[in-house]
């Protein structure tokens, strides 16, 4: 099994609403990533996670809370998201952080924030 | 801070033509390199990468590029394209470092059409 699974696939929510996206990977991988894709633009670095601990937090606001339960498993918990918070989040996981490595990335979910 | 630089935005090719796409990166010490492909309504996956040897490196797909350190460069080339290489191409660099470890920053991609 190579691959990440991220569900849902498609998500819309209220700025009052909270909600979580979750992220799963059986590759025995130990390093977990969250990204974020405006349309037409690049993915660009949320959180990374090694080892079930937060490594990386790109100074993303708190609304959005990373979760890492075990080595298989990551959530983003959203709460009090705005308009401009939708995008698509795709998730990746990679053998190790040692930054050199292939990154496997899930199809994302898309997120409208109404 | 690393940064990369993608020259060409959208590039359209006629299949069979050859295929040049241009990354330059920003960090004065060492890096690791990445090219993404993005298949439409696909994930993202890797291409090829560099990180140590031979500076010419080859991938999936009929896909090779080339690092020049003196340039700061690392870029993407294809002899003959085809139409199922129509796709969003991110190059990507991670600096080696304590805490950029893991930090993989892309470029603004280039979405490349080719003709049948």
């Known amino acids: 099994d190579t691959e990440v699974t991220q569900t849902p696939k498609h998500l819309v929510m209220g700025m009052t609403n909270k909600k979580s996206l979750k992220c799963e990977q059986h590759m025995g991988h130990r390093a977990m990533y969250w990204y974020k894709q405006k349309a037409k633009k690049p993915p660009e670095l949320m959180f990374v996670?090694?080892?079930?601990?937060?490594?990386i937090n790109e100074s993303v606001p708190s609304r959005f809370s990373p979760e890492c339960p075990n080595s298989s498993l990551l959530n983003l918990h959203l709460h009090a998201l705005q308009p401009e918070d939708s995008a698509l989040y795709l998730c990746?996981?990679?053998?190790?952080?040692?930054?050199?490595?292939?990154?496997?990335f899930g199809s994302g979910t898309q997120l409208s924030v109404l | 801070a690393q940064s990369v630089s993608q020259h060409n935005h959208h590039v359209i090719l006629s299949e069979a033509a050859s295929l040049e796409l241009g990354c330059n990166y920003s960090y004065g010490g060492t890096v690791n390199l990445f090219w993404y492909v993005q298949y439409p309504g696909q994930h993202l996956q890797l291409l090829l990468k560099?990180?140590?040897?031979?500076?010419l490196v080859k991938g999936i797909k009929g896909f090779e590029a080339e690092f020049i350190k003196s340039k700061f460069s690392f870029n993407l080339r294809k002899p003959s394209v085809q139409w199922s290489d129509t796709a969003e191409y991110f190059c990507?660099?991670?600096?080696?470092?304590?805490?950029?470890?893991?930090?993989?920053?892309f470029g603004q991609g280039t979405t490349l059409q080719v003709k049948p």
């Open positions: 560099y990180f140590s040897g031979d500076p």
């Open positions: 996670y090694s080892y079930e601990k937060l490594s």
């Open positions: 990746a996981s990679s053998q190790e952080r040692l930054g050199n490595e292939k990154l496997f």
């Open positions: 990507a660099v991670n600096a080696v470092g304590s805490s950029n470890t893991g930090k993989l920053i």
